[in-house]
């Protein structure tokens, strides 16, 4: 069974630094694109970045190029999101998610965890 | 970046309606273009991919259609479970997800 369990989701001030985890297990870790996405309260879906099998390949959207970081390690099975500079406006929830490399869709998703961003 | 865009941003059906949700992209993405239904606290469940291919384990009256910049979820007989937020997802270009359809009662 394919299973996402985030961690790390805290209260932080703004300009603050956060790391966020995302466990896998059930697949095989290393040969799939891995997603953030997150999810303002009452707020819909923002993709945040991904990152390639192999750790070759990231992307980043524009609202957190330059502060946030995404990365892998694959001999754990744990994708990574680290944010730096952090604002009220990231508050969230932070979904990890999968991507089958069909069509770019993600097919399974984390739990979430919450990121507040507050003084 | 391309553009989604969803209408309307919400609606009121009654069980067994026909339910169709529209999404534009603001440019082609041929049809690199999936859907997700979200309940409130739960995470995103991926419906529809690749513009109208179903996803296992999802009935059968949700149903996917269009390509270029223009797409449609059609849901043939809304059952209670069906109340929901949708969202469509472009994936020709990086990732951007549309703003979300709430269906109601």
């Known amino acids: 069974e394919v299973q996402l369990v985030e961690s790390g989701g805290d209260l932080v001030q703004p300009g603050g630094s956060l790391r966020l985890s995302c466990a896998a297990s059930?697949?095989?870790?290393?040969?799939?694109?891995m997603h953030w996405v997150r999810q303002a309260p009452g707020k819909g879906l923002v993709w945040v970045a991904d990152?390639?099998?192999?750790?070759?390949?990231?992307r980043y959207a524009d609202s957190v190029k330059g502060r946030f970081t995404i990365s892998r390690d694959n001999a754990k099975n744990t994708l990574y999101l680290q944010m730096n500079s952090l604002r009220a406006e990231d508050t969230a929830v932070y979904y990890c998610?999968?991507?089958?490399?069909?069509?770019?869709?993600?097919?399974?998703w984390g739990q979430g965890t919450l990121v507040t961003v507050s003084s | 970046d391309i553009q989604m865009t969803q209408s309307p941003s919400s609606l009121s059906a009654s069980v067994g309606d026909r339910v169709t949700i529209s999404c534009r992209a603001s440019?082609?993405?041929?049809?690199?273009l999936n859907w997700y239904q979200q309940k409130p606290g739960k995470a995103p469940k991926l419906l529809i991919y690749?513009?109208?291919s179903l996803q296992s384990g999802v009935p059968s009256r949700f149903s996917g259609s269009g390509s270029g910049t223009h797409f449609t979820l059609t849901i043939s007989s809304l059952q209670s479970e069906d109340f929901a937020t949708y969202y469509c997802?472009?994936?020709?270009?990086?990732?951007?997800f549309g703003g979300g359809t709430k269906v109601e009662i």
């Open positions: 990152m390639s099998g192999d750790g070759i390949i990231i």
């Open positions: 998610a999968r991507d089958p490399q069909r069509a770019g869709e993600v097919d399974y």
């Open positions: 690749a513009a109208s």
């Open positions: 059930g697949f095989t870790f290393d040969t799939y694109w």
């Open positions: 997802q472009q994936s020709y270009s990086s990732r951007t």
């Open positions: 440019e082609s993405i041929s049809t690199f």
